[in-house]
């Protein structure tokens, strides 16, 4: 094997790697709005399936009696005066989740996972006109709307060079 196919074929498995992720995070945002049809179509095949695959039975077990303890006070087990606060999700979170870090990363983190990953999905390294090249121009595409995102909410000087006029 050559030198240009081991490296064809490692791109293309990187494409590929890439691309599911990718899926899955389509799959992540799609739940919440319309999702729940295929999780109950899932629920109810793997229902159908257990019904119809007998499962020996166990012996019971005899009780077990365990010595009372109370639990330690904590604020946690205190009754509750208050309303707790509205718990906040980051908008940025999927785009953190896109190029695989943690939703409080900081811009160089950000930066860095982006170099890499775009130097993974170079559409140049797939033959011209290829399904792989496709694949890797739509990945490449979405990268880049992610990181402008993240660049313009992390880099407060990104906006200043974005307007200059020369």
């Known amino acids: 094997m050559s030198i240009s ?18 899926e899955q ?38 009780p077990v009696s365990y010595p009372r303890v109370s639990p330690p006070v904590t604020t946690s087990n205190l009754p509750k005066t208050a309303n707790p606060p509205p718990v906040e999700t980051n908008p940025l979170a999927p785009h953190y989740r896109l190029f695989g870090l943690e939703p409080d990363a900081d811009f160089e983190a950000v930066q860095s996972a982006y170099q890499r990953l775009k130097s993974r999905c170079d559409p140049s390294r797939f033959p011209n006109g290829s399904e792989e090249q496709h694949q890797a121009t739509e990945i490449l595409q979405r990268m880049e709307a992610a990181y402008s995102t993240l660049r313009q909410s992390l880099d407060p000087t990104s906006g200043r060079f974005d307007k200059l006029e020369l």
């Open 25 to 62: 995070f389509d799959r992540e945002m799609t739940e919440g709005a319309g999702g729940e049809d295929e999780l109950s179509a899932e629920a109810s095949a793997r229902k159908e399936l257990a019904d119809a695959i007998p499962m020996p039975k166990a012996a019971p077990r005899p």
């Open 5 to 22: 196919q081991r490296i064809y074929r490692i791109a293309k498995s990187q494409i590929n790697s890439i691309r599911e992720r990718l």
